[in-house]
């Protein structure tokens, strides 16, 4: 198992984890409120709603180049954001459903308009769209006279972004996400907050499917996150422990993708989808071992509770 | 590109393109003739610093898709080992690379892909690959003739030349070229390998033209999964359609499954055929809509469209791949053609 291992090279599959790693981090810091906003699925919801936007990119350049497939699926990304806050507040429904509503919506509309205007062209989110974080160490510039992968100065860049936000809106996030109408009262606009969230969400989710593909930032912006909810109670250590463990499941699930097909006599597989994996995995530790809400836990509890009950001798 | 120059453009026909159903246009000369330069700027941009004849032999190569990889070993000969990372069935539109196959371009002397989207976004990453080492997009080297575009999609031509075996010989040459690049010692003998191999082309290439001139002309329409078939119509004279658009993510619509199957019904086609790496879910739908109306429909088999057999048999070769598809076509749309193929080394054909 770890003869898979001995191919192993920091210029590869170090900036392969790095990649990784920085699209975790800046999901992760996102994902903390997405959780506690029940609005978990919006980098799936993004993912499904580019469609439309590379369509009418494609129409309007005619080319397949990534910037302006890139920039199509951004606008679009953005605009499911609005779209899902407008449907919410005017139609009444939750965040879930309003999300459904314009995904789909969206999803159909980019089917109608490839089949329509493109059939003859092959145009698909995989085929133009999303990178592969395998080919990260390929694509390099030169900074400060040391080759830096490309997806790497991207996704950095990104992840600044994120923690810069949150930084500052720390406490204006944390207010609208528990209470909105508390935030209103003090003069914290949720609506304000909730789009600047959206927005986060959608650069984030569009420069990763770009760089590494979509199923990572899908998962990155969920799992993590409620395998900290498990963990912890307050909301600062629970962005901290939702970066770490994205950070640690990307370097983990780059590894797996290495090491556990080598058992079976395969060579190495998909790095993100392994990478999404260890995230469920660590998920399912966190919901077992967690100190407070863990399964165990409260195994141990109910037990002692029902031996209190029932007077047994301690 | 960022300014798309207008202009007019003729709409010819190919000479032995005898029906099908879409119109081909000849490549825009200009426009091509941009990408033509573009990519020989390209070439020789990453070309000329990195000249050095390769230090070893058998220097190592790796390659996208199977019908790439087996032309350059083929004209590589004992020089050079190549491998392709998409194996047997694999669509190479949707494939992503694993870590192995990044680690194997990134130890490889020279690398090879088709080229005209065909790998999708991996293309891009490629070329980038091309700043440190050669890389050669196999089918936007081949002369901008023997290309085919579809209507109103200029500069999106069609990526699946290998169906064509006379084009695909024209592909043989520019790996000939590319590699007599990259390693001119050894010119004479790429240049010799290629010919014998398109000579190998070209004899499948007549072989197909002579069994399936054998199906009744009525019948001489190749229905599959998806549009992957245009060269191979042109080169053998036959309608091609499919139910699904080139793309193998998109839907079949509706509507297209009704018009295939009235022109079904109403030209008493025998057979339609599924392909090795999509899905026969819409094929399927077809039949279901024949046998709705009364009629009977079978499906022809499996052909290879976007990737070839499994390794080591015949079908895992291109010619072998070929000769699959033109012995099955033809025999199940009511031609002439002999069991175990061009070669006598068929065995999957019924």
């Known amino acids: 198992m770890l003869e898979s291992l001995e191919s192993w090279s920091w210029a590869l599959d170090g900036w392969i984890i790095a990649a990784g790693a920085l699209c975790a981090a800046a999901s992760a810091l996102l994902g903390p409120y997405l959780v506690l906003r029940k609005m978990s699925m919006m980098g799936d919801a993004i993912s499904h709603a580019v469609l439309p936007g590379i369509a009418i990119a494609f129409l309007v350049t005619e080319s397949r180049a990534s910037l302006p497939m890139f920039i199509g699926a951004a606008i679009v990304g953005l605009l499911t954001a609005i779209f899902t806050e407008w449907i919410r507040r005017f139609g009444k429904v939750d965040e879930g459903a309003s999300m459904g509503v314009v995904f789909t919506g969206l999803f159909a509309l980019g089917l109608v308009l490839v089949v329509q205007a493109a059939d003859k062209v092959d145009l698909d989110p995989g085929c133009v769209l999303y990178g592969a974080i395998e080919l990260t160490p390929l694509d390099t510039t030169t900074v400060l006279g040391y080759d830096v992968p490309r997806v790497v100065i991207t996704l950095g860049a990104v992840a600044l972004l994120n923690l810069t936000c949150v930084l500052l809106f720390y406490k204006e996030l944390k207010i609208t996400s528990f209470d909105p109408a508390l935030a209103t009262t003090l003069g914290i606009s949720s609506r304000l907050m909730h789009y600047l969230l959206m927005t986060l969400v959608a650069i984030t989710a569009v420069a990763s499917f770009e760089a590494v593909g979509n199923i990572l930032v899908v998962a990155m912006l969920i799992v993590p996150a409620a395998a900290a909810y498990m963990l912890t109670d307050r909301l600062s250590v629970m962005i901290f422990l939702s970066v770490i463990i994205g950070i640690a499941s990307a370097a983990l699930g780059h590894l797996s993708a290495i090491m556990v097909p080598a058992i079976f006599g395969f060579g190495s597989t998909i790095t993100a989808g392994m990478m999404a994996l260890s995230a469920g995995v660590l998920f399912v530790v966190a919901a077992l071992c967690g100190p407070r809400h863990g399964i165990i836990i409260k195994l141990i509890q109910r037990r002692r509770f029902a031996a209190k009950c029932l007077g047994a001798p301690h | ?350």
């Open chain 2, 1 to 350: 590109m960022g300014v798309v120059l207008r202009r007019k453009r003729s709409l010819l026909k190919f000479p032995n393109q005898a029906h099908t159903n879409k119109t081909y246009r000849m490549k825009s000369v200009t426009r091509r003739s941009t990408i033509k330069l573009l990519s020989t700027l390209v070439v020789t941009a990453f070309a000329l610093p990195i000249q050095a004849a390769p230090k070893k032999y058998p220097y190592s190569i790796t390659t996208t898709v199977g019908m790439v990889n087996d032309i350059v070993q083929n004209v590589a000969g004992e020089k050079a080992k190549a491998t392709a990372v998409m194996g047997a069935g694999v669509d190479p539109h949707l494939y992503k690379p694993t870590r192995d196959d990044v680690a194997a371009m990134i130890r490889a002397d020279a690398v090879f892909y088709s080229g005209l989207m065909l790998e999708g976004k991996m293309a891009d990453t490629l070329i980038k690959v091309g700043r440190s080492k050669p890389v050669f997009a196999v089918t936007e080297l081949i002369d901008e003739k023997f290309l085919l575009e579809p209507e109103d999609m200029e500069g999106h031509a069609d990526p699946h030349v290998w169906m064509d075996p006379s084009a695909w010989a024209k592909a043989t040459q520019a790996v000939a070229q590319s590699l007599s690049k990259f390693d001119p010692g050894n010119a004479a003998l790429y240049q010799k390998n290629s010919s014998d191999y398109a000579v190998k082309c070209l004899e499948l290439h007549s072989y197909g033209k002579k069994v399936l001139a054998t199906v009744p002309e009525e019948s001489r329409v190749l229905i599959s999964s998806h549009d992957a078939f245009n060269y191979f119509g042109r080169a053998f004279g036959l309608k091609v359609m499919g139910v699904q658009g080139l793309s193998t993510e998109s839907e079949a619509g509706l509507k297209q499954i009704n018009f295939l199957v009235d022109f079904i019904v109403e030209n008493k086609v025998q057979a339609v055929f599924v392909e090795s790496s999509v899905s026969s879910k819409n094929v399927k739908a077809l039949i279901g809509g024949v046998k709705a109306r009364g009629k009977d429909l079978k499906i022809g088999g499996e052909l290879f469209s976007d990737a070839m057999g499994a390794a080591g048999t015949y079908e895992g070769t291109y010619l072998g791949m070929l000769d699959h598809n033109i012995t099955l076509v033809a025999r199940a749309l009511g031609g002439e053609a002999p069991a175990k193929g061009h070669d006598g080394k068929l065995s999957h054909v019924k």
